[in-house]
């Protein structure tokens, strides 16, 4: 695991995925990220994977991208 510490605004890009992960807030407890990355990537937070065990992690996915606007 590498571990990075970022500012606001700063990122981290992926640059095989292309994808760029950038730090728009901190808070006492919480950071908000925001994610930049192709269409076709999947993107989940690690508790939707952690209560999908078992389950096709692509078909959780279309699941979320038709019923849930903030997953």
Do not use: F
Request: hydrophobic share 45%; glycine share 2%.
């Amino acid at each position: 695991m590498l571990a990075l510490t970022r500012q606001v605004n700063e990122s981290i890009r992926l640059v095989e995925a292309d994808v760029v992960i950038t730090v728009v807030r901190i808070a006492t407890d919480r950071v908000r990220l925001a994610i930049s990355a192709p269409d076709q990537l999947t993107i989940l937070r690690e508790e939707i994977v952690e209560k999908s065990k078992g389950s096709d992690l692509r078909q959780v996915a279309r699941r979320l991208r038709k019923g849930a606007a903030n997953v």
